[in-house]
């Protein structure tokens, strides 16, 4: 099935990281090229890549700083796969990097004790983002399923190019489907990667503003919501980017299907467990350089929200049967 | 009790009118002139003045029209009145133009009779103006008797200083509230005007993502909301700009008091009557000449949105004893 270029989004080609930069999209396609784990912190921190580029740019720097290490003894690589997950686990709060890290050190102690290590963690890396990308178009096929010929889907913030491939297995069963996108302010990852992205696929798509969405359900015009998770909990709590709670909220009020994306977590209890990053004012108080509102003023930017369990009318677990 | 500049934005002086343009702060404090009613729509269908500023660039376009008709016959004059109405009339939709146009016609055929005509008219018109500064310095002073000493208001876009003469009362009886402005995308008047105003007159006032309203309101930091109406109608609705009913029904869900400015209405009978005016779809996909979304994608933006009666847990009237 294909996938759009936002599906997977970075990639290693020889000892140079290549992640897209979504900050510049629609603008202009263009990836950053990153050398080592720093840089790669460099570009989560900046939110030049988000959601699943984050996941796939642990896992690649990762792979990168092995491949560089291959010099070292068995012990300093260890200590140097330690290094790097203590690294991106100290980078943001929301999304989960000391599970993503906790897995991958699982995976290279598991293969430690072979003569063919580090050779093998690589490719036990490789084979575990292979068997993910299928994950993804299984539960993409499975979103799918649950729509029908003619409805229409809103969307908050972006899926990784998993909307377009929800798209992809609807125009396979030929069922006609629309799409409602919410701007998702302050970074307008609806605009500019969502709309974008669904637009170049040829699918039918609508940009509304974030203050639009009671009016446009209150319309009759969404016949479900998908979103996705960027941390999901024991109980099915989850935390998405700011504004999905209200969504969720507004959802239920007008009997609309909620249904969200996860990947598995049982590392947290609840919603309440998972950590909100506070990003900066500056972030609200002024957009591309030009000041929206005055020097000093006072922001309150919570990156995430997090939308409890009865507000979800179905989960869509990535590792679902 | 002190005036923000917003509270007032239009002024005559001589043949000239100067209308605050809102689209210039916080950047700078601008006046556009405006020489005849031709270009007082412009400042109008530009959105460089709204809501009240609307109001006023109305009325105070009539008597400048007037003023340059001295030496025009009364016939005449009423003609030109006439056709100043129709033109605004036309101009922008859920306004209610022809409300505003017919009183100003009303008082013009009351007075035309009388020698002193056009005179008279000019001084009722001064009068009426007069009347409706009193009466909002009387509704900012009932809003303020509803909040309590520790109090945080949220509230969405911009009421045309209002907001900030409400917190003057408050500080007049010693009681401290925080405003929590939403930045009503897409024009941010909530950024660039309410907390900006609010901040120059030295209240507490924290900017949020219009996104993150049902979390403030969860953490439980909003005690009320309070916002303006662009159009009301006989049974309690009303119309505001895009987001108001989101508001309204994440305050029902929460249990926070729901309070709106209105001006009275007999004109419609609900909120269904009410014309929503839907904007360019460019003025999302595109912010300040940056392209967010892609040329061609579809959107949807209407201006405004109804909040129904039941939904307001007080409507504190411009006209009330």
Chains 1, 2 share one sequence.
Not at 64 to 85: C, F, N, P, W, Y
Not at 192 to 200: D, P, Q
Not at 225 to 240: E, H, P, T
Not at 244 to 257: E, R
Request: net charge positive; charged share 25%.
């Amino acid at each position: 099935m294909k996938e759009s270029i936002l599906f997977w989004p970075v990639r290693l080609e020889g000892d140079t990281l290549y992640i897209l930069d979504e900050t510049k999209i629609p603008g202009k396609v263009a990836y950053l090229k990153v050398r080592d784990y720093l840089q790669a912190i460099d570009a989560v921190v900046s939110m030049k890549t988000r959601a699943f580029g984050q996941f796939l740019t642990v896992c690649y720097a990762f792979i990168l700083e092995t491949q560089k290490s291959r010099d070292r003894t068995k012990e300093e690589l260890m200590g140097i796969l330690k290094k790097v997950a203590e690294a991106f686990n100290n980078s943001r709060p929301t999304f989960p990097f000391a599970e993503v890290t906790g897995m991958v050190l699982g995976i290279a102690q598991k293969v430690y004790g072979s003569p063919a290590f580090p050779g093998n963690f690589i490719r036990a890396m490789e084979g575990m983002l292979k068997g993910i990308r299928q994950q993804r178009h299984d539960r993409a096929s499975r979103a799918a399923g649950l729509l029908k010929d003619g409805d229409s889907v809103l969307t908050h913030c972006h899926v990784s190019g998993e909307m377009s491939l929800i798209g992809e297995f609807c125009r396979r069963d030929a069922k006609k489907v629309k799409f409602f996108a919410t701007e998702t302010r302050p970074y307008f990852q609806g605009a500019r990667l969502t709309a974008w992205e669904l637009k170049r696929d040829g699918f039918d798509v609508t940009l509304i503003p974030d203050n639009a969405v009671a009016k446009v359900m209150a319309e009759g015009n969404i016949n479900c919501v998908i979103v996705g998770s960027d941390r999901s909990a024991k109980n099915g709590d989850f935390a998405n980017k700011i504004g999905t709670y209200q969504i969720a909220l507004l959802a239920k009020h007008f009997g609309i299907p909620f249904y969200v994306l996860v990947q598995p977590s049982d590392k947290l209890k609840s919603g309440a467990d998972i950590p909100i990053e506070i990003r900066d004012d500056d972030e609200i108080l002024a957009y591309d350089g030009k000041r929206l509102a005055p020097k000093g003023c006072a922001a309150y930017y919570p990156g995430f929200d997090v939308v409890s369990n009865e507000l979800v009318t179905k989960h869509i677990a990535i590792n679902a049967n």
